[in-house]
């Protein structure tokens, strides 16, 4: 047996004298490394597959079948492009629908785009609610929560800020409801950038981030919603508690797919693609988002955060051709793990999602995924965040719990 990376000397010394623990670990390390290799080649490889699948499907849209929608946006500071955003919800191609948008503070810049929506498309259902009441730690439920209070349809359909969509949206997103037993739909979506930041997260969003959702759809199924847009009935919404029942939890699109397929109902992923405006403007943001995160999975599944280190084979792949002090084993593992990876990238972001930030970057992805790495080591640290100003803490199962600001002491 040879290991490119110890002397023959010293792996006869480390097999004649037992305690020698320093060349026993070395031997532990290159046989873990070169497992999680062939363990992430496994994973790259069943990604191509799941995304292959995936995409290849096609819905069938029922002409007949548009049953009326309300569709609840919570708004809070501007995106990028946010009247081009929020105007493509107003030209959608569906017989009756209404969009209501709900904001805490009425001085919000938002509520003057909402307003110059109003006045140019008189023609479409569209209402204002700012409320600051507050059921919970995520604020962001709440104004979903205040939305609701206005929807007149039994079909609500959950939209973020930030999203753009082509006029068949409604139609497509909503067809999947024909069936009973659907209780939830939701949506891949493409990034809009601008600047190097946001194409780096960018990259790893179509290129990493939906590799997951596409696996975890085909291994296990659904069981969980993407925010940027979730359908779903007013009926199983009330079964599952309301909107109450997820205004403490980080992830709340998770919970919206979760609860629901706990009372036996479905989740399916359209095979929609919509678009979603990436404003991260600073390396600061990124690792502030991710950390975010990746915190909120630790927190919520520990062991399946623990387990995301079978998706990271770049990083690992290069650990090992350091480890074997860049033997021909470590070049060949390297190979192969970094040319699989780059087909699957190319698959799910260029191929599937049609995503041009992805077909032009693509050269980015060792890059971001040595990042992602880096990062996911760092979100084992620490159960406190920042978002949008505020400091919380994560605890047990993904709850938020707002962290009160230092109060000076009276002298």
Partial sequence: MHFPYLSTDKLAQMLLIPDDYSAWLQVGCYFLLLMLCIFAIGYYSYGIYAAREFFSQKTQINADFHPPVSILKPICGLDIDTYENFASFCQQDYPEYQIIFGVRDENDPCVDVVKRIIA???????????????????????????????????????????????????????????????????????????????????????????????VAR?????????????????????????????????????????????????????????????????????????????????????????????????????????VTAGASVGWLMLFLTWTTRLILAWVVGVWGLKDQVARKFLWLVPVRDLVSFALWCYGFMGNTLEWRGRRLRLIKGGKLEAIAPDVPKLT
């Fill in 218 to 322: 085909k291994l296990e199924g659904m069981y969980f919603a993407l925010g940027p847009t979730i359908a779903i009935r007013q009926t199983i919404l009330a079964e599952i508690g309301g909107f109450a029942a997820i205004a403490d939890y980080l992830a709340d699109d998770f919970q919206l797919g979760y609860l629901p397929t706990q009372i036996g109902y479905n989740v399916v992923l359209s095979d929609y693609v919509i678009d979603h405006a990436i404003a991260t403007a600073s390396f600061a943001d990124l690792i502030q988002r991710q950390t975010r995160w990746n915190c909120c999975t630790r927190v919520s599944r520990p062991w399946g955060y623990l387990g995301l280190i079978f998706t990271h084979g770049t990083a690992i792949s290069l650990l090992f051709l350091l």
């Fill in 120 to 214: 140019e498309f008189p023609n479409v259902d569209i209402s204002l609610v700012i409320s600051d009441r507050t059921i919970g730690t995520n604020l962001k439920v709440s104004n979903l929560a205040n939305a609701q209070a206005q929807a007149k349809h039994s079909l609500l359909l959950l939209a973020d800020s930030d999203i753009r969509v082509g006029t068949d949206y409604l139609r497509h997103i909503i067809q999947p409801m024909q069936e009973p037993s659907v209780g939830v739909v939701t949506c891949l979506y493409r990034p809009l950038v601008r600047g190097w930041v946001a194409i780096l997260e960018a990259v790893g969003i179509s290129t990493e981030y939906h590799v997951g959702v596409l």
